[in-house]
């Protein structure tokens, strides 16, 4: 079966330092990749997408950015965190292009910027 | 541009009373909707789906929703309510290669 992997669990980071969370899933392949960032247990703001290996669409500008360098890894990154990063980072999944293929969320990355 | 709304922040439920969340799409052409709960510190989950076919659609949990074509609504309900039942409830519609995603109706069941 597949499952779908986020860590770190929690992070707290100072304002200025770099990010780097990682998301991998497993028992599939070619799956499309979601970042979600979530603010305050309430609505879900796509950050980027992928639909392949070195495909990144980003649907928000800001300072974070998204990288897949292998099939079923996507990675969040930031030079330099700003305190507005806080918040609950999802990773999600979904098998191929339908549009039926529901989304499979990890279990997210709780931000903390101090 | 594709879109939903759930107009409702916070649905209040006795235990094993009928529940319904809300949901209404805007959309060009075939909507597929779907729901997702949320536990706290927890991801999304899928519920269900509604592509095609039935306009009842039932899910995991004992929910299940219901498609309104002339009403552009996809309403959550479930016939008997459980405590376990509180969470975020999450509509959505697809949208090439992507979910949009609605506000979340937080539901609280009471004992």
């Known amino acids: 079966s597949q499952t779908i992997h986020q860590w770190p669990a929690t992070l707290v980071q100072p304002v200025g330092s770099p990010l780097s969370l990682e998301c991998t899933v497993e028992g599939t392949s070619n799956p499309n990749l979601y970042w979600y960032r979530q603010a305050a247990g309430r609505g879900l703001q796509l950050l980027f997408y992928?639909?392949?290996?070195?495909?990144i669409s980003s649907e928000v500008p800001q300072n974070l950015s998204a990288s897949r360098p292998q099939d079923r890894q996507f990675i969040l990154s930031s030079k330099k965190l700003l305190l507005s990063d806080s918040g609950f980072y999802l990773c999600?999944?979904?098998?191929?292009?339908?549009?039926?293929?529901?989304?499979?969320f990890g279990d997210g990355t709780r931000l903390s910027i101090l | 541009a594709q879109s939903v709304a759930q107009p409702e922040d916070q649905v209040n439920v006795a235990e094993g009373n009928p529940l319904t969340v809300k949901c209404t799409y805007s959309?060009?052409?075939?909507?597929?909707l779907f729901w997702y709960v949320q536990y706290p510190n927890r991801g999304l989950q899928f519920l269900l789906k509604y592509i095609t076919g039935d306009n009842l659609v039932k899910g995991s949990y004992g929910f299940e929703a219901e498609f309104n074509k002339s009403q552009t609504s996809f309403h959550l309900k479930k016939p008997s309510a459980l405590v376990s039942d509180s969470a975020l409830y999450f509509c959505a519609v697809f949208n090439t290669d992507k979910l949009i995603f609605g506000t979340g109706t937080r539901l609280q069941v009471f004992p």
């Open positions: 992928s639909v392949g290996i070195g495909q």
């Open positions: 999600a999944w979904s098998g191929g292009q339908g549009a039926d293929q529901p989304q499979h």
């Open positions: 959309v060009s052409g075939n909507p597929y």
